[in-house]
């Protein structure tokens, strides 16, 4: 492997394609609505594409703010810049290169999604300078940050979200913060740590973080509940009854994500973790058919 080839790795590691993964979700309101015009389908495309650039961008900007932090870290020590792979000049020069690529997909987008994406880049970097210093704050940052991504999927394509599944959205992705701190804090047990370098929390949040994760994922499934049983949402199925099966699979997802957590099996970020989980496929799966089917029969 040549030099070239070797810092190309380190490049592509700190952007974290792989949370990518993360910005499909701008394409919830499409789904949601039935809408699937191929233009619009474009221009959700085109939002995860922004999406994504700007959140390696922020990536890239708190591992330059997180730097010492993440060499005291058992896992993140060997991020390329903490390892000392690449240097803060190089990551510089990414994060102005992803910014004006940004603005390349941005021209002739909505002034609605626009915003969106300056107010997410905006709150990102207070979250990487100030917020995610504050405990439970932290986790509502985190949340409003995966909830934008659909709400701009929603302005780019000019479809309209409803208030329950945004309210569903804030309270998942508040979980899914949780269960991210709460990781956290079961690997500095591991590792005979008192305290998560560079956040708020120590060993005696635990408990505390565990039944927050708990209560706001199932309080999500009962918005969710909500959200299915609209008239909106009850008007775009032939057989709505059925995508409640989709409520009993989610509270075994997220109630399962939470025990997995709280055992220290999972490394780092849950939606990591459920991209190699074959059981988070499988409530994938479950999930689409049961939506195919609520459409077609």
Not at 66 to 71: A, E, P, T
Not at 91 to 119: A, D, G, P, Q
Not at 238 to 260: E, Q
Request: glycine content about 2%; some cysteine.
């Amino acid at each position: 492997m040549t030099l070239k080839n070797f810092k190309i790795i380190h490049i592509l590691r700190i952007l974290r394609p792989y949370q990518w993964v993360k910005n499909v979700l701008v394409f919830t309101p499409l789904l949601m609505s039935h809408n699937f015009d191929f233009s619009n389908f474009i221009l959700s495309a085109k939002a995860f594409i922004i999406f994504s650039l700007i959140a390696s961008s922020i990536y890239v900007i708190n591992d330059i703010m997180d730097v010492k932090s993440d060499r005291n870290h058992p896992f993140k020590k060997y991020r390329p810049l903490a390892a000392r792979l690449i240097t803060v000049n190089h990551c510089r020069v990414l994060v102005l290169i992803l910014l004006t690529l940004s603005i390349i997909f941005l021209i002739n987008v909505n002034k609605e999604f626009i915003i969106i994406i300056i107010s997410y880049f905006i709150l990102s970097n207070l979250y990487t300078f100030f917020f995610k210093k504050i405990i439970i704050i932290d986790l509502l940052i985190l949340s409003l940050l995966y909830t934008s991504r659909i709400l701009g999927g929603g302005y780019i394509a000019d479809t309209s979200t409803s208030l329950s599944l945004l309210l569903f959205s804030v309270f998942f992705f508040t979980s899914l913060a949780a269960v991210k701190r709460l990781t956290e804090l079961v690997n500095i047990v591991r590792f005979k740590k008192k305290r998560i370098h560079g956040r708020a929390y120590t060993i005696k949040h635990k408990k505390m973080i565990y039944w927050i994760a708990i209560l706001t994922g199932w309080i999500s499934i009962l918005l969710l509940i909500f959200h299915i049983n609209s008239p909106v949402v009850i008007k775009q199925y032939s057989f709505p009854n059925i995508l409640w099966i989709i409520c009993f699979v989610m509270l075994f997802w997220i109630s399962r994500i939470i025990y997995v957590s709280n055992k220290g099996q999972i490394k780092d970020d849950p939606i990591v973790y459920a991209i190699s989980d074959k059981i988070s496929y499988l409530c994938l799966v479950i999930i689409l058919f049961i939506f195919w089917l609520g459409v077609t029969i």
